[in-house]
């Protein structure tokens, strides 16, 4: 399936540790810098944005979301659904308010999703949390003029195993209209030898059933509609790198609207920390209130 099942054991450890690669800072000042980054982010959205906080989409204690609502949330608005990175053992909704602020100034709904991260969560586990929790906010929402989903590094894992679902399961048809997947997963086999594994503890049965690339499904019309944009970081590592490449051209293959974008001067990090500035590359958006020129969300129009 690649050149990875030649690596050795300590060149694939190196190949899925990013802060290996960062082009600014050391392995364990980039990681530092980051937490920080989206905490003090997080704090500053939460201090003047209108919230709605830990709202419960589960019973367990870990189904929860962070809600960032438009200043007048009473007509139709966009919705993101941000989910978070960590390698499904780290973060936390807590600190994945950071990116609401240039979003919902334009009348955007920015949600954080909550899940339980390994010890105690299984990943298969996670992959149902994070579709509950949209089909939960659909359910909530009446209003929502169309659902984007943004993930980052195992949350963009996490955001393409949503898009394979299977909605009849959980009755609802939610209008996912876009996905940003930034930095992510798709791939789950080389992961399993490296120690990122220890405590997920995946089997090749989950495995297969998990990887977003083995997990695509033909693009029906409503799937159509749907534009899917995967980033990844110019300093990101090479099996970051095919990883993008190689879900892109499945999704490609099976009739999606798909795009890929390595985005310059940036490493696995500051590429979703960024998403905080309106000035940032992927945040630009036109003045919601413009009703000639809608808004775009990472590059997605927004009717």
């Known amino acids: 399936m690649g050149k990875w099942r030649d690596m050795t054991k ?21 990681i530092e810098a980051h937490v920080r980054a989206v905490t003090e982010g997080t704090r500053r959205a939460q201090a003047t944005m209108q919230t709605l906080l830990h709202v419960p989409y589960g019973g367990s204690d870990g189904e929860k979301l962070d809600i960032y609502l438009p200043t007048d949330p009473s007509g139709a608005f966009p919705l ?33 999703v909550g899940y339980d991260v390994a010890p105690k969560g299984h990943l298969e586990v996670m992959v149902a949390q994070v579709r509950r929790s949209v089909a939960f906010i659909v359910q909530q929402y009446s209003q929502i003029s169309g659902v984007y989903l943004c ?34 997963v798709y791939d789950l086999e080389p992961i399993t030898h490296t120690s990122v594994n220890n405590l997920l503890h995946m089997s090749w049965e989950v495995v297969r059933r998990n990887s977003p690339v083995l997990c695509v499904t ?9 534009e899917v944009l995967i980033a990844v970081a110019q300093h990101d590592s090479p099996e970051f790198h095919r990883q993008s490449q190689e879900y892109f051209q499945a999704l490609r293959s099976a009739g999606w609207r798909v795009s890929l974008l390595d985005i310059a001067d940036t490493d696995h990090f500051d590429v979703i920390e960024k998403l905080s500035q309106g000035g940032y590359i992927l945040t630009q958006t036109p003045a919601a209130a413009s009703k000639a020129q809608p808004p775009a969300v990472y590059g997605i129009l927004v009717p």
Do not use: N
């Open 10 to 30: 300590e060149e694939l450890e190196k190949q899925y540790a990013p802060s290996q690669w960062s082009h600014r800072l050391d392995k364990e000042a980039v």
């Open 80 to 112: 993101i659904l941000y989910i978070h990175g960590g390698y499904w053992q780290f973060l936390s909704k807590e600190v994945s308010g950071f990116l609401a602020p240039p979003l919902v100034t334009q009348g955007i709904a920015v949600v954080a």
């Open 151 to 184: 993930g980052h590094s195992a949350g963009a894992h996490l955001a393409a195993m949503v898009l394979s679902t299977d909605w009849e399961e959980y009755g609802v048809t939610p209008d996912i209209k876009g996905a940003f997947l930034v930095s992510g």
């Open 218 to 226: 033909a693009a029906t019309p409503a799937r159509k509609a749907c």
